[in-house]
Structures are given as structure tokens and as C-alpha cells.
């Protein structure tokens, strides 16, 4: 590929220019995960039957990318460190999704 | 070229060769200097003296099993003595041993030079890893000075929650502590490939050792969590009750098989992957020619990396997993053995038409194409799910390991520590006697292994230190050959020991191969390159090789 | 990943390319790195992959819980409803606020404000502790109602639940014996991943502590960050792995009426 010395990786793909996130963005986020912790803790109240645990998952999973997002600048950086934390999260269904396939098929619709 | 068809071997002439005067061998003196080093060659040179030490220790316990195992009656040790041998034996090899063995040493040495980086990105870290390897060692020593352990290197539960007064915690957090250094290489492994690479190293330029030390690294950093937090939740159910393990308070000890299996069957993938590495080298140098189907062979890496996340619960298939399960892993287990195939045809393909020449490394290597192909074959058997409810727990198994980590990744290990050793010494070994040692090697391997695949056929099971008389002339068979296994191993200790002060003097390229790695001083400096090199060539490209040598004489002439 | 060591040898060739680009050769700048943008990147990177063990770290224990959660669901709300829900919530946005505080100390740094950076990284300490504290309140509580797992713990509460006196209704379904038992579990867990959770925390306090100090001597006032955000994306996670153990634990099937 390329002769040309890169040792600061600008032209690499892999490279993302660095941003200073402002307070402003910061406190907005802030704000969000402040309401949705409301939102989660009252529907906790309401039955909502097998929805419940649901809901409180989607809000759970909601706040965090929040907080990977912008806390955690992954909206700002590389591809490379976006798809390293998938990676991650992909491990991690890999180990629920197979291992539950084996407990929930062994009393076939017992479960 | 002065090579002959004999040889490949280019040696500076030994009348007025020295070795170079600055190198990283001597760049600092002192104890400290190596105890406090951020060189990554250092502490490779570190990692490979501990292993090699904790290498005799796991040796001389499989020579106890060998030994107990000669007479059907159990007549040297008793029977929970025997337990606490093979455990021992088990956790020392596995932990201590195989799973650092070419990541450590010689993935640590050649890593950062191969990609023409002075360091790998996080030498402090390296450090660590390596301090965290011995405390973890220790732990594991204090477990076998107390009394040892005897639940198998695998920790099973409840066996090892409840049924046992032995050192299991100690133990445990040795594992526990020496997974962090595994984690730690691993992720400074990714980090180095991903950013310190020379201009022009592009990832398809990377020599094939580098793509599957970067596999192996993914495995470790994303696998060996998993078996910490197991080993902390025995350690729990052990010290103050928990019960998530545990059947009596609700607690499922299969729970405990999955989470084991899901780090320890990828931790057979960190084994085997940087020794298949080494082999690309190997066989690519010792027949003149690119590694055939070089993209096919580096992604075959990453797909094996990648499918071993999905196969661990075939060490589960008599263990009451579900039918259907089992069935998938079954069926996702024989996709593994794809890549697996992939790499060992490309290698044959390579060698095809080849100049081949038979210095020890290659050797080796041979060694290990034979027998890591008759160890993945038994494995397809043993992932079976019909042949497996026969084969497992028997000695079957254990020659099917032992075939794929002793056959094949101790082979590698070997092969590597040859192949590297003019370049991290500076000094050739004595070539007759580690043909010697390789022959003698591959001999006392199959003479120990193979009878093992028919006593297990024949019903012997693992892990019991007596047995029915018939089966004694086969187990006589095994541990004679496992006396001549241990005579090739003492051997390279012996005379790699004499090459450092008396073995000739290198050169940068005995070998004449075309890493970035042989094109600077041996032993290194230890900045490795004096400015960062620019690569224009592919790997293994060995007609820029010729070039370049025949401009070199142009300009000294 | 701290690179505070002094580089020990200035090369030449590093030198020239600083020059070139115009770049400040700071003296947390170590010698293999080329620029320091590749060290900073490097150290994100580094950071993000530690990051992924601590996710496949936690994995575990929450396989654990959803295995058990399904497969004793009624011991698990029983014992679920045990919890207080308002310390909980509280906590949430305690920790939360703690995280705010350390995104904002990692734009002072970007923005190299000494003191507004000391303040932020005392005030993430602060909520770090109260954190702790509560979740202390909340420990002491299981004490003394005897849901520690071990010789100590009482089931007869969810055999028998008290009578609520208005309705002349048990406060609780109350469990079979067997079912009870399970509710041993549940606390396993709990205390399982709150604790790992808060030893997490714990190292996190203790590294402020050491960060705060240094930014107080000024080591990250003039343009490196680097501790400052890799600190921050360990302490952010941590948030994330409360921000599941929340619901999981408080929240999920908490009904009305009870």
C-alpha cells in the first residue's frame, strides 16, 4: 500500500480524528439517564406481565449505549474501537444464547 | 547463493565473525537491569527461562504417572497421591507451561521486530504480566508444597467444592492470577499489531506467526474472564458457602461445566495457534518458498479463533447436556476441524516443489505435521457424538491430547526455539546432535502416545492409577516411551546451554529467510531498528531477498 | 496503562518527525511511540480491550442469574421485593452523577483547567463513596433481617410473610418450603455481583485518589490525558454494569399492590 510514513495513522482507517466533547453534550446525557432511571423505576410499578422484566432491560440497554456513546466517546472514535466493543458484547451473547440452548432444550417446552 | 542442496545454512565466516558488540544482551548488566526491564526481548528471555523451569516440573510428575502406571498393581503411590500427580501434572503444563510456551517467549521476542516496531505498545504492562506469571507460579508451588490438589486441572465442581480437603483455593488463585497474565500478553499483542506497525506493513504483509498470535490473543483476552469468575465463584462456594455451584442449595454444577469449558476449550486454540505459526515460518523457510495460499492460512487463523467460542460443550456430551445441544456442538465442532485442514494442505502445498532442506527446525516441524494431523483426526472421532459416549474418559482422550499439544504444540515450540535461537542468542546450536534430539523426539512421542489410543479404545479409563493386568504391555510400552520422550527433551536443554558460550556465530540470516527479523543484528539491539524500516515487499517473498543480498555485495565489492 | 515514565532515550529520528508535524514532544512521551497521537490511541485501545475481559468477567455471574432467575422465578421476586427500592434508585443517580462528574473532569483536562479538573475528579470521589455508603446502609439491613446466604439465613419469612394488618392479606406470596429455600440463590447472587461490582468501585477510589493527587501537581494540565480517559472509560463502566445490576436485582417483577 501506501509508501508514505503515516506514524500518526491519519490516513489508516483505523484512525479517528480526536473531539473534545463539550460540557454541554455532557450534561444533556446526564439529563437523559437521570429521567430514564425514572422511567424504569416507575415502570417497575405498573404490571406490565411478562413485559416487565423486558421494559427494564430495553431502558437498561438504552442507558448504557448512552453512556458508551458519549461518556465513553465511542460515538467519536475509530471504527476499530466501535467494532472492539461489539466484539465484546458478541462474546457475551455467544456464552448466554449457546449455553441457554442447551438448558432450554433439555425439557423440551418444560422450560 | 552459496547453498547447496544439503543446506540452507549461511554462516559469517567463524575466522573473524563476532558478535556485535551493542546488542540487548548486554546493552545494561546486573540482576536489576533484567528484573526491571521494559524490553520486550528481555522479558521474553525472562518468560522462556520460567517456563522451561516449570516445563521439568509438570515433566517430572507425567514421569511419576508413567511410572506408577508400569505395573497394573497400584504399588508407588497411593491412590489419592495419584490424583494429586496428574492434577498437578495437568495444571502445571496447561497454565504454567502450554498457554504462555510461544506467546511469551517467542511472541514476545519476534512480534514487535517482525512488524519493525522498537517495542511492543505497553512494555510496562509486559513487565506485569510476566510478574503476575510467577505469582501466579508461586501460588501453584505453595498448593503442591502444602499436599497439592486433586481434583484435575479442570476444578470440577462439586467434586472440588465439597467432596475434597485439599489446596483447590490456593490453586485456584494461582490460575486465576496467571490468567491475568495471559490476558495481559494477549492485549498487548492487539494493540501492537493494530498500531505499531512499520509504514508498508500492511496486515496482508504480516508474517503468517503474527496473524495467529493475534487469533490466539482475541482467545485470551476475551475467554480467560470467564474462567476467572468461575474460579472465583468455586473459591466462594469453598470459603464461605455460596451455593451457585452447588445441587444441595439450588445450584447447578453444570453451570460451572459451561463457564469452564467456554474459557478452557478456546484455551486449547491459544495453545495450538501461535505453535501453527511458528510452523508457517518454518516450513515456508526451509523450502524456498511463500506460504502457499498465504491469505487462506492467516484467515483460517481468525476462523478458527472465531469458531472455537461455539464448540466448548463437547467436553459435556456425557455430562446430561440436552440431545439437541449436543447435537449442534457436535455438528459445530466438525466445522472447526475445517480451517484446521485448511492449514495443514497449504503447508503440504507449500512444501510441494519446494527446495527442501532438513535442519533441525524443519524437523520439528515435520514432527508436528504428522503428528498434530493424527490428533485433530481423533478429535473429529471424539466430537462424534455416537464414538464419543465410547472414547471419552479414556485414554483415548488423554493420546488425543496429548497429540495435539504435546505432538503438535511442543513440536512448534521446539521447531521455534530453534529456528529463533541464532537470532535471540547469537549463536547456532550444535546441528547433528538437535537432529538427534528431534528424531529422538518424534520416536519416544509416538512410542508413549500411540499405544494410549488402543488402551483407551480397549476401555481404559483416564485418571485411575490401576488396571486390569492385560493391559500392562501396552502401558510398559507407554512408559518406556516416555523415558525416551524425556531424554529428547533433556537433551536441547543441554546443548542450547553449551551453544551460548560455544556455539558458532550466527549472523544476521543463517537461514537466509525474509522476515524483518533476520535482516537486523543477532542478538538484537535492544531499540531493534536503528530507523524504522519501510516495507515494500511481501511475505516470504524470497526473490526480494536474492535481490537485495546480491545489491549488498555489489556495494561492499 | 500509565506512561508517566520519563523517556529515558530522546531519539533523533522521534525528534525530526515532532518537528515536522508541529507537535509539543511531551516528556510522558515514550521513545517506541512515534507521535503521541499513536500513543494516545494505543492507550485507548489497550483500554477498551481490558475493558472486554471485564465485560466477559461479569458475563458470567449474569448467565448465572438468568439461569437461576428462570429457573426459581418465584423465589427470585419474593426475594427481589426484599430489596429497597428507593436506596436503589437513589444509588442509580448517585452513581450516575459520579459518572457526569468524571466526563466533565476528562473535558477539563481535554481543556487543560487545572483546578476545575481537581474539583471534577474530587467530586466523582465524592459520589463514588456516598455510592459505597448506601450500598453499606443496604448490607447491614440483610444482616439484620438474616438474608446473608450461610448457617444465618432464615427462610421463615417466605414461608410464613407477615400479615399486612389493613387487608388481613399476607404482604408476600408465600413460598413452598422447597421454593423458599431458593431464595438462598437469589442472595447468592446479589451479593455475588453488588460485591464484585463494589470491589470494582473500591479500585476505582483508590486510583482516584492517586489520579486527583497527580492532577494537583499539574501532570495532565498540558495536553495529557491520557490516565485521566482511560480512567474515566474503566469508571463509566462501571456505571454500565450498575446501571444492569438495577433493574435485574431491584426492579424486574416488582407488582403493584405488594
Known amino acids: ?111 | 547463493m552459496s547453498a547447496t542442496s544439503h543446506t540452507i545454512v549461511n554462516l559469517p565466516d567463524q575466522r573473524t565473525a563476532t558478535i556485535p558488540k551493542r546488542n540487548y544482551l548486554n546493552n545494561e548488566d546486573g540482576l536489576l537491569s533484567w528484573l526491571f526491564t521494559g524490553d520486550h526481548k528481555r522479558i521474553a528471555i525472562l518468560y522462556l527461562i520460567s517456563i522451561t523451569f516449570f516445563f521439568f516440573i509438570g515433566g517430572a510428575f507425567a514421569g511419576l504417572i508413567r511410572l506408577e502406571l508400569l505395573t497394573p498393581q497400584p504399588d508407588l503411590v497411593a491412590s489419592d497421591t495419584y490424583n494429586k500427580f496428574f492434577s498437578m501434572h495437568g495444571i502445571v503444563m496447561i497454565f504454567l507451561f502450554l498457554v504462555p510456551s510461544v506467546p511469551a517467549t517467542l511472541g514476545n521476542f519476534l512480534i514487535p521486530i517482525m512488524i519493525g516496531a522498537k517495542d511492543l505498545a505497553f512494555p510496562k504492562v509486559n513487565l506485569l504480566s510476566w510478574y503476575l506469571y510467577w505469582i501466579g507460579g508461586l501460588f501453584t508451588m505453595a498448593a503442591l508444597v502444602l499436599g497439592g490438589v486433586d481434583t484435575g486441572w479442570t476444578f470440577t465442581t462439586p467434586l472440588s467444592t465439597h467432596y475434597l480437603n485439599t489446596h483447590v483455593v490456593t490453586a485456584a488463585t494461582g490460575v486465576f492470577i496467571i490468567g491475568f497474565s495471559s490476558i495481559f500478553t494477549g492485549l498487548n499483542f492487539i494493540v501492537t499489531l493494530h498500531r505499531m506497525r512499520a509504514p508498508g506493513m500492511t496486515w496482508f504483509r504480516l508474517p503468517l506467526f503474527c496473524w495467529s498470535n493475534y487469533a490466539a490473543s482475541i482467545l485470551m483476552v476475551l475467554g480467560t474472564p470467564v474462567l476467572a469468575i468461575t474460579l472465583v465463584l468455586v473459591a466462594l462456594e469453598r470459603l464461605v458457602g455460596i451455593g451457585v455451584f452447588d445441587p444441595t442449595k439450588g445450584g447447578d454444577p453444570l453451570l460451572f461445566q459451561h463457564l469452564f469449558w467456554f474459557y478452557s476449550h478456546p484455551a486449547v486454540y491459544i495453545m495450538i495457534l501461535p505453535g501453527m505459526g511458528v510452523i508457517s515460518e518454518v516450513i515456508s523457510t526451509f523450502s524456498r518458498k511463500r506460504v502457499f495460499g498465504y491469505t487462506a492460512v492467516a484467515f483460517s487463523s481468525v476462523a478458527i479463533a472465531l469458531f472455537g467460542f461455539f464448540v466448548w460443550a463437547h467436553h459435556m456430551f456425557i455430562m446430561g447436556v440436552s440431545n439437541y445441544s449436543a447435537l449442534v456442538f457436535s455438528l459445530l465442532t466438525m466445522l472447526v476441524a475445517v480451517p484446521s485442514a485448511i492449514k495443514i494442505f497449504n503447508w503440504a502445498f507449500t512444501l510441494q516443489k519446494g527446495s527442501i532442506t532438513f535442519e533441525t527446525p524443519m524437523l520439528y516441524a515435520f514432527g508436528f505435521l504428522g503428528l498434530f494431523t493424527i490428533g485433530g483426526m481423533t478429535g473429529v472421532f471424539l466430537g462424534a457424538l455416537g464414538m464419543d459416549i465410547h472414547l471419552t474418559e479414556t485414554y483415548f482422550i488423554v493420546a488425543h491430547f496429548h497429540f495435539v499439544m504435546v505432538g503438535g504444540m511442543l513440536m512448534a515450540f521446539l521447531a521455534g526455539i530453534h529456528f529463533w535461537w541464532p537470532k535471540m542468542t547469537g549463536r547456532m546450536y550444535p546441528e547433528s546432535l538437535s537432529k538427534l534430539a528431534a528424531v529422538t523426539t518424534f520416536i519416544g512421542f509416538n512410542l508413549t502416545f500411540l499405544p494410549q489410543f488402543i488402551l483407551g479404545y480397549l476401555g481404559m479409563p483416564r485418571r485411575y492409577h490401576a488396571y486390569p493386568p492385560e493391559f500392562q504391555v501396552l502401558n510398559v510400552l507407554s512408559t518406556a516411551g516416555a523415558t525416551v520422550l524425556g531424554v529428547g527433551y533433556m537433551l536441547p536443554l543441554l546443548y542450547l546451554g553449551w551453544s551460548l558460550k560455544y556455539g558458532a556465530i550466527a549472523g544476521n540470516n543463517p537461514w537466509q529467510a525474509t522476515g524483518l527479523e533476520w535482516q537486523i543484528q543477532s542478538p538484537p539491539l535492544t531499540e531493534n531498528f536503528i530507523e524504522t524500516p519501510v516495507v515494500d515487499h511481501e511475505a516470504y517473498d524470497y526473490e526480494w531477498l536474492e535481490h537485495k543480498t546480491a545489491q549488498e555485495v555489489t556495494t561492499v565489492g | ?258
Open chain 3, 1 to 258: 496503562m500509565d506512561n508517566a515514565i520519563v523517556a529515558t532515550r530522546p531519539h533523533s529520528h522521534e525528534t525530526a518527525v515532532a518537528a515536522e508535524h508541529e507537535h509539543v514532544v511531551l516528556p510522558q512521551h515514550r521513545h517506541h511511540f512515534e507521535t503521541k497521537e499513536q500513543q494516545r490511541e494505543a492507550a485507548t485501545f489497550g483500554m477498551w480491550l481490558f475493558l472486554l475481559t471485564e465485560i466477559m468477567f461479569f458475563g458470567g455471574l449474569f448467565f448465572a442469574y438468568l439461569l437461576y432467575r428462570n429457573w426459581y422465578h418465584d423465589a427470585f421476586v419474593v426475594s427481589s421485593n426484599q430489596l429497597s427500592i428507593p436506596l436503589g434508585a437513589a444509588n442509580t443517580a448517585i452513581l450516575i452523577s459520579s459518572g457526569f462528574f468524571m466526563a466533565l473532569g476528562v473535558w477539563a483536562a481535554e481543556v487543560q483547567k487545572k483546578s476545575l479538573l481537581v474539583l471534577f475528579l474530587v467530586l466523582t470521589t465524592v459520589f463514588g463513596v456516598a455510592f459505597l455508603g448506601i450500598k453499606g446502609v443496604e448490607y447491614h439491613e440483610k444482616w439484620e433481617k438474616h438474608h446473608i446466604p450461610g448457617s444465618h439465613f432464615d427462610v421463615s419469612e417466605f414461608i410464613n410473610p407477615p400479615i399486612n394488618p389493613k387487608t388481613g392479606k399476607p404482604t408476600e406470596t408465600p413460598l413452598a418450603p422447597d421454593m423458599a429455600q431458593k431464595t438462598q440463590v437469589f442472595f447468592f447472587l446479589y451479593f455475588a455481583m453488588t460485591g464484585m461490582h463494589a470491589f470494582h468501585m473500591i479500585l476505582g477510589i483508590g486510583l482516584l485518589f492517586w489520579l486527583t493527587w497527580r492532577a494537583n501537581r499539574g501532570e495532565f494540565s498540558a495536553g495529557y490525558v491520557a490516565p485521566i480517559e482511560n480512567f474515566g472509560l474503566y469508571w463509566h463502566f462501571v456505571d454500565i454494569v450498575w446501571l444492569f445490576l438495577f433493574p435485574l436485582l431491584y426492579l424486574i417483577n416488582r407488582h403493584p399492590g405488594y
Open chain 1, 1 to 111: 500500500m501506501s509508501e508514505f510514513h503515516d506514524p500518526s495513522n491519519v490516513l489508516n482507517p483505523e484512525h479517528a480524528d480526536h473531539q473534545i466533547i463539550t460540557p454541554a453534550t455532557y450534561g444533556m446525557v446526564f439529563a437523559t439517564l437521570l429521567i430514564f432511571t425514572g422511567v424504569t423505576v416507575g415502570a417497575a410499578y405498573i404490571d406490565l406481565g411478562i413485559f416487565n422484566p423486558v421494559v427494564a432491560l430495553a431502558i437498561a440497554c438504552f442507558k448504557a449505549v448512552v453512556v458508551i456513546l458519549f461518556f465513553m466517546h465511542v460515538k467519536y472514535q475509530s471504527n476499530l474501537i466501535k467494532l472492539t466493543v461489539a466484539a465484546g458484547f458478541f462474546t457475551f451473547i455467544v456464552l448466554i444464547t449457546m449455553t441457554m440452548s442447551d438448558y432450554i432444550s433439555r425439557a423440551w417446552g418444560l422450560w
